[in-house]
């Protein structure tokens, strides 16, 4: 090719290595964050592969998932803390609260338990359940153990203002 297209060719490589850093550099300050203030970072065990075969496949793979798990176990496990991962399934069907299965379509984006009466996001739902697993507990036991213990998901704020 001619000169200016492989000029072009050279720029787009060095705006993708420019993106590239950028993302690892979020991962490690990310990383870093969390495990400066948490013992223990449960995250749901992501199926990476079938997540890119979905219609979501740009985002999934744009974001670095698979990445950022990478570095988040290394530097625990570097720090001599805990990077647990944790099975997703049914985490945001299930109430945190009694343990019974509430089923709702993704569009839906409140959990609101017959069963009990909990009411809360359907993410701070999971993120529950998710703290509950990684502590290998029953929703009930969890309960009693974890009771005052903080999720570390500041970006959730509740209708009345508190986290």
Same mark, same amino acid.
């Not at 065990?45 to 999934?60: E, F, M, Q, Y």
């Not at 507990?137 to 209708?159: C, F, H, M, N, T």
């Given at each position: 090719?001619?000169?200016? %297209?492989?000029?072009?060719i050279?720029?787009?490589? &060095?705006?993708h290595? $420019?993106?590239?850093?950028?993302?690892?550099?979020? /991962?490690?300050?990310t990383?870093?964050?969390?495990?400066s203030?948490y013992d223990?970072?449960?995250?749901?065990?992501?199926?990476?592969?079938?997540?890119?075969?979905?219609?979501?496949? &740009?985002?999934v793979l744009?974001?670095?998932?698979a990445?950022?798990?990478?570095?988040?176990?290394? &530097?625990?496990?570097?720090?001599?803390?805990?990077?647990?991962?944790v099975?997703?399934?049914n985490?945001s069907q299930?109430?945190?609260?009694?343990?019974? #299965?509430?089923? #709702?379509k993704? /569009?839906?984006?409140w /959990?609101?338990?017959?069963?009990?009466?909990?009411?809360?996001? %359907?993410? /701070?739902?999971?993120?529950?359940?998710?703290?509950?697993?990684? *502590?290998? $507990?029953s929703?009930?036991?969890?309960? %009693?153990?974890?009771?005052?213990? %903080?999720?570390?998901?500041?970006?959730? *704020?509740?209708?009345?203002?508190?986290?």
């Amino acid at each position: 090719g001619s000169n200016n %297209r492989l000029k072009a060719i050279k720029q787009l490589g &060095k705006q993708h290595k $420019q993106v590239a850093d950028k993302r690892k550099d979020f /991962h490690f300050k990310t990383a870093n964050y969390l495990l400066s203030k948490y013992d223990v970072v449960a995250h749901e065990t992501l199926n990476i592969k079938g997540l890119a075969k979905s219609r979501l496949a &740009k985002s999934v793979l744009d974001a670095g998932w698979a990445s950022f798990l990478t570095i988040l176990t290394s &530097k625990a496990e570097n720090a001599g803390l805990l990077a647990v991962p944790v099975s997703a399934q049914n985490t945001s069907q299930n109430c945190s609260n009694c343990g019974k #299965k509430v089923p #709702k379509k993704l /569009h839906v984006r409140w /959990h609101d338990c017959p069963y009990c009466g909990c009411s809360l996001d %359907r993410d /701070h739902n999971a993120a529950i359940n998710i703290r509950n697993r990684a *502590a290998g $507990q029953s929703v009930l036991k969890a309960q %009693r153990l974890l009771r005052d213990a %903080r999720i570390g998901w500041e970006a959730y *704020a509740e209708p009345n203002g508190s986290a």
